[in-house]
C-alpha cells in the first residue's frame, strides 16, 4: 500500500497518509487535529493552503473556487494524497494521548 508523506506547517507536524486515505482522516490518525466540521467538502472549515503537492477528491465538486484551485488551496476532509505534500495550516494543533 502506497503511503505519502504529509507535512503541516506552520507547526512542523508530520504523518504518513495511505493510499486512499482522506488528509483529515490521516491526520487524526495521527494524533493532529485539522480544524473540520462537514467532512463532506462543502462548509470550508479545513480549507488550507499547499505546496502544490498532488491530490485528488473524493467528492465531484469540492467547495473550492478556480482560484482556489490555482493558489494549490486543499479541503482536507475530502482530499487524498497521491505524493507527498505539504499544506499550511496555523491553527493545527496535536491532540492529548488517548
Given at each position: 500500500m502506497a503511503m505519502h508523506r504529509v507535512r503541516v506547517l506552520p507547526k512542523e507536524f508530520a504523518f504518513d497518509a495511505q493510499e486512499g486515505e482522506?488528509?483529515?482522516?490521516?491526520?487524526?490518525?495521527?494524533?493532529?487535529?485539522?480544524?473540520?466540521?462537514?467532512?463532506?467538502?462543502t462548509c470550508r472549515t479545513c480549507l488550507?493552503?499547499?505546496?502544490?503537492?498532488?491530490?485528488?477528491y473524493l467528492v465531484e465538486w469540492p467547495g473550492l473556487s478556480f482560484d482556489e484551485r490555482l493558489a494549490h488551496d486543499v479541503l482536507p476532509c475530502v482530499a487524498v494524497a497521491e505524493g507527498d505534500i505539504t499544506l499550511f495550516a496555523p491553527a493545527a494543533r496535536k491532540l492529548p494521548p488517548a
Open positions: 482522506t488528509l483529515l482522516r490521516a491526520a487524526e490518525r495521527a494524533g493532529i487535529r485539522l480544524p473540520s466540521s462537514c467532512r463532506n467538502g488550507c493552503g499547499s505546496d502544490g503537492g498532488p491530490v485528488r
